[in-house]
């Protein structure tokens, strides 16, 4: 008999060789014992090398490792369904889990990280792990598997209300839904999270903001930044760039306006694409003051207007009535080597 087995008519020894830590549960027959960490907890203890768990002589303690190494070993042999649910059943110890957090970084197939997962959540030494989340949903992503991504979101949803638990994962979920473009469902994982009370990153608020962004919807990233400032998030340099051009672009001037200032006092340096959005907006809105003050604070940082950029203010001081500043514009443009085109005939008739 191996150094791995128990016979089920051995009992634990009482003499001095016994191992301390040691929990014992004899059911059918036969025991099999709890591996603990270093803090002798069945469910949390850090990962060592030893664990406290006693071969048929009672005194030879078995590996952290080989418990991962059986555990992978069924996994990998049994797959999924009723049979490995059995043969994890008949293992002759009790993992906890440290064990299976090690064996699903082992395991590369998404169907067989499920399946040891759904076995241990039934398991009474279960405790909500963030680890095992995240490397769920990596493996459902690699395969594309957006269904089963948001059925075992919700299932992390349960576990985060019945334990309190803050997962990071929550926002592994939200990138790989945004990056597919899985609106709705972006969208409704959002506010889960944000029921939860979980935290969302900076890059996450980003990522779903670009999303809405890019297909048309403005108002729904609009909706995104305001729970991002409610919730008292920091603001990158990619959230300046993201939604200056937007907030200017919709109308919505002053907001765009406070943020440009708040990006400069917080030493961000606005791109050509800022100011840009931001020297059309006020120009089409009649803030041609304000247009003509972004446009030179651009030039004095070093940048040189766009074409566009020119055509936009002549466009803008043309329809003010404005035709000698328009003029001192068109000079301008031409000096800095763009070739003017029909469109602005009539401001030399």
């Given at each position: 008999?191996?150094?791995?087995?128990?016979?089920?008519?051995?009992?634990?020894?009482?003499?001095?060789?016994?191992?301390?830590?040691?929990?014992?549960?004899?059911?059918?027959?036969?025991?099999?014992?709890?591996?603990?960490?270093?803090?002798?907890?069945?469910?949390?203890?850090?990962?060592?090398?030893?664990?406290?768990?006693?071969?048929?002589?009672?005194?030879?303690?078995?590996?952290?490792?080989?418990?991962?190494?059986?555990?992978?070993?069924?996994?990998?042999?049994?797959?999924?369904?009723?049979?490995?649910?059995?043969?994890?059943?008949?293992?002759?110890?009790?993992?906890?889990?440290?064990?299976?957090?090690?064996?699903?970084?082992?395991?590369?197939?998404?169907?067989?990280?499920?399946?040891?997962?759904?076995?241990?959540?039934?398991?009474?030494?279960?405790?909500?792990?963030?680890?095992?989340?995240?490397?769920?949903?990596?493996?459902?992503?690699?395969?594309?598997?957006?269904?089963?991504?948001?059925?075992?979101?919700?299932?992390?949803?349960?576990?985060?209300?019945?334990?309190a638990t803050q997962f990071s994962a929550y926002n592994r979920v939200l990138k790989y839904l945004a990056k597919a473009e899985k609106l709705e469902v972006s969208f409704c994982?959002?506010?889960?999270?944000?029921?939860?009370?979980?935290?969302?990153?900076?890059?996450?608020?980003?990522?779903?903001?670009?999303?809405?962004?890019?297909?048309?919807?403005?108002?729904?990233?609009?909706?995104?930044?305001?729970?991002?400032?409610?919730?008292?998030?920091?603001?990158?340099?990619?959230?300046?760039?993201?939604?200056?051009?937007?907030l200017a672009k919709s109308g919505r001037l002053d907001a765009a306006t406070k943020l440009f200032q708040e990006m400069k006092e917080r030493n961000f340096r606005p791109s050509?694409?800022?100011?840009?959005?931001?020297?059309?907006?006020?120009?089409?809105?009649?803030?041609?003051?304000?247009?003509?003050?972004?446009?030179?604070?651009?030039?004095?940082?070093?940048?040189?207007?766009?074409?566009?950029?020119?055509?936009?203010?002549?466009?803008?001081?043309?329809?003010?009535?404005?035709?000698?500043?328009?003029?001192?514009?068109?000079?301008?443009?031409?000096?800095?080597?763009?070739?003017?085109?029909?469109?602005?005939?009539?401001?030399?008739?």
């Amino acid at each position: 008999m191996g150094p791995n087995s128990i016979s089920p008519n051995v009992s634990p020894s009482k003499g001095p060789n016994l191992v301390s830590n040691v929990g014992h549960v004899r059911a059918n027959n036969f025991v099999r014992n709890y591996c603990a960490g270093k803090n002798g907890e069945a469910g949390s203890g850090e990962w060592t090398e030893d664990i406290e768990y006693l071969d048929e002589s009672g005194s030879k303690p078995i590996l952290n490792a080989s418990a991962v190494a059986k555990i992978v070993e069924v996994v990998k042999r049994w797959k999924w369904g009723p049979e490995l649910e059995t043969q994890l059943d008949k293992l002759q110890f009790v993992p906890n889990m440290t064990h299976v957090v090690q064996a699903l970084k082992i395991i590369n197939e998404s169907d067989a990280l499920l399946s040891l997962f759904k076995w241990a959540k039934r398991q009474t030494w279960y405790v909500p792990n963030d680890e095992c989340y995240v490397m769920l949903f990596d493996g459902l992503n690699q395969s594309r598997d957006f269904d089963g991504i948001q059925s075992l979101f919700d299932e992390m949803v349960c576990d985060s209300i019945k334990s309190a638990t803050q997962f990071s994962a929550y926002n592994r979920v939200l990138k790989y839904l945004a990056k597919a473009e899985k609106l709705e469902v972006s969208f409704c994982c959002f506010k889960k999270v944000q029921d939860s009370g979980c935290k969302i990153d900076t890059e996450t608020y980003n990522i779903l903001m670009m999303l809405f962004l890019n297909k048309g919807l403005p108002y729904k990233a609009f909706e995104i930044y305001e729970s991002m400032e409610a919730a008292h998030c920091s603001l990158d340099g990619s959230t300046y760039e993201l939604m200056i051009p937007s907030l200017a672009k919709s109308g919505r001037l002053d907001a765009a306006t406070k943020l440009f200032q708040e990006m400069k006092e917080r030493n961000f340096r606005p791109s050509l694409g800022v100011f840009s959005s931001l020297v059309d907006s006020m120009g089409k809105a009649g803030r041609l003051e304000t247009s003509m003050k972004i446009y030179m604070e651009m030039q004095g940082l070093g940048l040189r207007p766009s074409a566009i950029m020119y055509v936009s203010l002549i466009e803008s001081y043309t329809k003010a009535g404005k035709l000698d500043a328009a003029l001192r514009l068109w000079d301008q443009m031409k000096i800095a080597g763009f070739r003017p085109n029909f469109g602005f005939v009539y401001i030399n008739n």
